[in-house]
């Protein structure tokens, strides 16, 4: 599923922004051909008036001038006296001859435009000057350009002719360069969709995997009693004294609890996840809060060989903003894993400090530590840092239920390692002044 979804989105981004860089292209290449053409009808209207201006100035246009404007400007100039053309052979060479294009150029003039070259126009003043574009014989295209100069009591008609083709491979060789550039930029497009698709759904794929891992987990938790309790009940149906009965039933309500603890905490960390936790909010001080914990949990570390210390700091007793109850349960699950966790004989202090706005508790053991690859994963659920050594009540899921009440007061909560040996669970949570 996460790999159709990340195929799909890579899929719609490359074709959105391949889209867009279409648009780009099309847009230049119409824009380049216009210039193009422009420059080519310019250049073609410009040489027509260097000679127009030479025949009206009465300069002589010799056939030296005229080839170096044909082999400079890639045309064909042909000029007429009247009816009769101008002794010049040219030096520019066509695919198509020569006169075959300067009579095709005359006849559209004629046949499409009414220009006639062979007549002596109306105005003895007004030069007439038309243009268009014709086709050689071998489909080659060409700019014609065609002006009529009056004279005292003749006239003189000029043509000149451009070869497009150099304007034509200049756009097609445009074209594979921006068609070979597309095709790059769409590989480069398509990678960079494929890579920032997985950085985008890569929150989707951690959450899909933790549901799926949890779900796992929750399900394997949950056989274990409801395996008992099955054995439980069927032996129960076959005992046949009291002894054993009283034994069955009260496994029976052992699974129960452990059972209920389980489904309890579940839906804790439900609640968590969908920001509906249920909150009570009220002001208390630290120490009663950690008094509190200290006088519950110091039977259970002398029952281990434990020591349970407090430390409470000589200063102004910080008041907390929140829920007791909640900020008792997730400060018990990290005492109970410290006591857990530590061997006998060890030491457990329980603390606090007070910051600039901000109280910190600790809670620090002399245990086995916590490896440096583990403590990124010591919050996670049904994660347990040593698994050979965890009972059936502990389910991995204290410290996680943990650091979503502490978050949820919108405090943190990290481990360091404590100097000579073991582990310090840190919570930072704010104070009310």
């Not at 027509?48 to 056939?63: A, E, F, M, R």
């Not at 520019?92 to 294009?101: G, W």
């Not at 959450?207 to 008992?228: C, D, G, I, W």
């Not at 509906?276 to 809060?289: A, G, I, M, R, W």
């Amino acid at each position: 599923m996460i790999k159709k979804l990340r195929l799909k989105f890579t899929f719609v981004c490359s074709l959105g922004m391949g889209i867009i860089l279409i648009a780009i292209c099309v847009f230049y290449f119409s824009l380049s051909e216009t210039q193009l053409k422009n420059q080519s009808e310019t250049i073609v209207k410009n040489n027509l008036n260097s000679i127009v201006y030479k025949i009206q100035d009465n300069k002589i246009i010799d056939n030296a001038w005229l080839s170096q404007l044909e082999a400079g400007n890639k045309i064909i100039v042909h000029i007429e006296d009247g009816k009769y053309p101008l002794s010049f052979r040219g030096s520019y060479k066509t695919i198509t001859s020569r006169d075959i294009l300067i009579a095709d150029a005359q006849e559209k003039a004629l046949s499409e435009y009414g220009f006639n070259t062979k007549t002596k126009p109306e105005s003895i003043i007004n030069v007439s000057s038309i243009s268009f574009e014709i086709t050689g014989q071998h489909k080659e295209l060409y700019k014609a350009a065609l002006a009529v100069v009056p004279m005292d009591s003749s006239w003189q008609s000029v043509i000149v002719l451009r070869d497009l083709k150099q304007d034509y491979d200049a756009m097609a060789h445009t074209r594979l360069v921006f068609f070979i550039a597309i095709l790059f930029l769409t590989v480069i497009m398509f990678y960079f969709s494929w890579w920032f698709s997985g950085k985008t759904i890569q929150p989707i794929e951690k959450s899909h995997r933790q549901q799926m891992e949890f779900v796992a987990s929750a399900s394997h938790e949950l056989r274990s009693p409801v395996t008992v309790m099955g054995l439980s009940i069927a032996s129960l149906e076959k005992s046949k004294n009291e002894e054993d009965t009283n034994k069955f039933i009260s496994s029976l309500k052992h699974e129960c609890t452990r059972m209920s603890r389980l489904v309890n905490d579940l839906l804790t960390l439900a609640s968590s996840d969908i920001n509906t936790l249920p909150l009570n909010s009220e002001k208390f001080d630290v120490q009663t809060l950690l008094l509190s914990l200290y006088e519950h949990y110091t039977p259970l570390a002398a029952s281990n060989g434990l020591k349970l210390s407090i430390s409470l700091p000589d200063c102004t007793i910080p008041v907390l903003n929140g829920d007791y109850q909640r900020l008792y349960q997730a400060l018990g699950a990290i005492l109970d894993n410290a006591l857990f966790y530590t061997p006998y004989g060890g030491n457990v202090e329980l603390g606090y400090y007070l910051g600039r706005k901000k109280l910190t508790i600790y809670v620090s053991d002399t245990g086995i530590g916590i490896k440096d690859e583990n403590k990124s994963k010591i919050f996670d659920r049904f994660f347990r840092e040593d698994p050979s050594r965890s009972k059936k009540e502990h389910y991995g899921l204290g410290l996680s239920i943990a650091k979503e009440i502490i978050h949820s007061h919108s405090g943190k909560i990290y481990i360091k390692d404590r100097e000579g040996g073991g582990s310090t669970f840190v919570i930072v949570l704010p104070v009310t002044n």
